[in-house]
C-alpha cells in the first residue's frame, strides 16, 4: 500500500489539516523528527524503513515525499559536548534519506539549501529579468555607510534571522529578526562577523505573495499599515488578483532554475512596477488558504499523489 511521507514535527499544525482533510483517500506516515526517539529508522543495502509503535512504512512503498517543517529533538540530557555532533547525525540521516529518493519530493533539502540562499536569489532574479532594488550583501562598516548615505534603505538577514535569548523569566526563547528601515545616524559597527542584506527603501503601493504549485498561481495582494514588513501589522487585509502573464513567466524560469515545484515569492508593487523581494522555497501558506478559502492544499496533495483521486 503506497503511502505519502510527511517529515515535520509533532506541532506542525498545517499537517494535522492536511491529514485530516485528505486521509479518508491517501495513506499518509507522519514522521516528527521532534520525537525521533519514538521512530526506529533502518537505512540498508536495499533501501530504508521507519516505524514506531503503530505504523511503518519502507522506501519501495513510498508514493512520495513531504518535507515540511523537521525540528530536532531534545538531547539537553547528553553531554553538552555531543550535542553538535548529535545534531549533525541526524540531519545527515534525515536529509540522506530525502535527497536520495527518487520519487516525488515537495522539496528536497538539498534545493531548499540552495534555493534560500539569498546571493543565488539575486542572481538568479536578476537573470530571468526580475526588477530587482539596489542591493548590497556585506560584512564592511565602511560599503554599508557608504550604501544607506546614498539612498533610504532597508535591511534584513541573509538567512532565516532566528535568534535565541533567554526571557525574564529564564526560558529558552527564540526570536525572528525582520526586515527593518536603517537609521542614516547610527554608525555600523560588528558587521565583520556579522554579514547582513541591504536593499534600497522603496515605496509600495501594496505586497504581493505569490505562491506557486506545480505550476499553478496564488497571487494574493497584501494591504497593510506597515510600510516596510507586513508581517508586523496586526491589520492586514488579503485579496486575490491576477499576476500577469510576465510575471508568470519570469517566476516559472526562477523556480526552473532551482528545480522547485513549489515556491512562495513575495513581491512589492510600485507605481505599476513588479519588483521582487525573496522567495521561500518552503514557506507556509495554510493563512492564506484560511483567508480566501483558496485550494492551495489540494494543489500540494495532487502534486505528491500523482494520479490518484484525492478531490
Not at 534545493?111 to 526588477?131: M, S, W
Not at 535568534?163 to 527593518?180: F, S
Request: charge should be neutral.
Amino acid at each position: 500500500m503506497e503511502k505519502i511521507l510527511v517529515i515535520t514535527s509533532s506541532y506542525d499544525l498545517t499537517v494535522d489539516y492536511i491529514i485530516d482533510k485528505f486521509n479518508d483517500n491517501l495513506n499518509f506516515f507522519r514522521l516528527n523528527t521532534d520525537k525521533l526517539d519514538d521512530y526506529n529508522i533502518k537505512v540498508y543495502n536495499d533501501g530504508w524503513k521507519i516505524s514506531n509503535d503503530f505504523y511503518k512504512i519502507s522506501e519501495n512503498e513510498t508514493l512520495s515525499i513531504y518535507y515540511r517543517k523537521p525540528v530536532l529533538p531534545d538531547i539537553s540530557f547528553y553531554p553538552k559536548k555531543y550535542h553538535r555532533m548529535m545534531y549533525k547525525e541526524i540531519l545527515t540521516l534525515i536529509e540522506g534519506i530525502v535527497n536520495s529518493f527518487e520519487g516525488k519530493c515537495l522539496t528536497k533539502p538539498i534545493i531548499l539549501k540552495r534555493a534560500d540562499n539569498k546571493i543565488i536569489q539575486l542572481k538568479a532574479a536578476k537573470k530571468v529579468g526580475f526588477n530587482i532594488p539596489q542591493s548590497l550583501i556585506t560584512n564592511s562598516n565602511v560599503f554599508a555607510d557608504e550604501f544607506i548615505k546614498k539612498s533610504k534603505a532597508i535591511v534584513k538577514p541573509i538567512s532565516v534571522g532566528k535568534i535565541n535569548y533567554k526571557d525574564k523569566t529564564g526560558r529558552d526563547k527564540i526570536g525572528i529578526i525582520q526586515t527593518n528601515l536603517v537609521n542614516k545616524n547610527i554608525e555600523f559597527d560588528g558587521l565583520e562577523l556579522s554579514p547582513a542584506y541591504f536593499q534600497s527603501y522603496i515605496t509600495k503601493d501594496y505586497e504581493l505573495r505569490v505562491t506557486v504549485v506545480n505550476k499553478k498561481f496564488y497571487s494574493i495582494k497584501i494591504e497593510t499599515d506597515d510600510d516596510i514588513d507586513w508581517r508586523k501589522s496586526d491589520d492586514i487585509k488579503y485579496s486575490f488578483v491576477c499576476l500577469p502573464n510576465n510575471i508568470k513567466r519570469k517566476c516559472l524560469e526562477f523556480m526552473k532554475i532551482f528545480n522547485l515545484n513549489y515556491g512562495a515569492f513575495d513581491f512589492i508593487v510600485s507605481d505599476g512596477k513588479y519588483i521582487f523581494l525573496e522567495i521561500n522555497a518552503n514557506g507556509q501558506w495554510a493563512w492564506l488558504e484560511d483567508e480566501l478559502n483558496l485550494d492551495i492544499s489540494n494543489a500540494i496533495i495532487n502534486f505528491l499523489a500523482g494520479d490518484k483521486n484525492v478531490e
